[in-house]
């Protein structure tokens, strides 16, 4: 789905009714309330989902039954042992068929996104060499800047010069990974997977894919994309904190070195000698975080039960709809890595997941977030949003806001948002 600025901010009330997008699906939380500085309670308005997105209703209740079963994992002989076990296995499962993962991939379950990519970067080969975007966000580019082994590509101003860049680059020396983004942090941009993918192959440099902003907005599948590696967290996709995935390939995962050392990645253990198992367990020692693994997989039942269409829609409308509002107001600069496509008429931007990054003329970010959570009870992301690199090359240094949304989402929420920039801006 392509997200195209046409549709305009509605001045007639009814109209505006009409045009009402209710949120799609409910969230923990979403009558919460917070104090603001005239000494009112408000709702809170959350537009901070790509930092973290609230839990679903659904991920909680699942969350809830499982803990009333609760018991060890993995090696407890009682009834509700094998329970907690069975839940967590089955959670793997879940989340293999929710992102098209191939028989064969292992699903690791690790703390996040950040984890994931961690664990990856000490399964790379010896002496492969990695590419990655400077767009990226720190946790995929700093564990790679760690192995010694990245060769950083800067994007370019469109899509297809920066895949050229990056064909160049591969062609240019062998590379044992690609890892790119999805969709960016800072601007919601989405990177064409299919394409990056065969970019990848063309040049025996397997991919790997940060859907940490994706998995909960459009659909994934390794078996049909070719993507080799697939890391997300479980707090963006409606689930909360504490739980990742890395899931992909298993013949690097097996070759390299457990991750943590420790019970439950040991098939036998001596007191000068271990031999590992191979599989997620290898790199999952110690007890795991089974509630965090049925939270992710509970998370991707719900989204795969709204489906992706609708979810397209309704961020898509909502996106729409903010886009328009901020074009609207004065002093506002929308955040982009790549230029409107010259095919494409009337202002099209690339495709988009529901973030919105911008400056506002004359103020500091910080000053704007707080000015909105403090008057208005709004929840925005200010900084530079563990993406360094690319806010100081789009010249915004000193950081810039983030607005970011999604299932629990309104069109009123959109609304109160851009009201409250309308009196910050004086429009
Ligand atoms: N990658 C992207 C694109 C992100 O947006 C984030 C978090 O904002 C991460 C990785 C890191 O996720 P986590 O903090 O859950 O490890």
New binding site residues.
Partial sequence: MTAVLETPVCTDDALAAALAVTPLAEVVGAEETVPTVSGAQVRYANFDY??SAPALAFVAAAVTKALGQYASVHRGAGHLSQVTTARYERARETVRRFVGGRADDTVVFT???????NLAAHALPADGEVVVLDI?????LLPWQRTGRARTVVARPTLDATLDALEAELASAPAALLAV?????VTGEVLPIRRLTALAHRHGARILI?G??LVAHRPVSLASSGVDYL?F?G??VYAPFGA?VLIGRPDWLDAAEPYLAGGGATAHVELTETTWHTGAARHEAGSPNVLGAVAIAAAAEAITGLGFELIGYHEHDLLSRLDAGLAALPGITPLRIFEAPDDVPNGAVADRVGIAGFAVAGRAAREVAEYLSDHHGIGVRDGK??AHPLLSRLGHGDGAVRVSFGLGTGSDDVDRLLAALAQLTGA
């Fill in positions: 790509a930092a703390r996040n996104t950040t984890d994931a990519i990226e966000h720190h946790a995929n983004t999805a969709a960016s942090n940060d940490a902003q890391v967290s707090h963006k990742g949003f563990c």
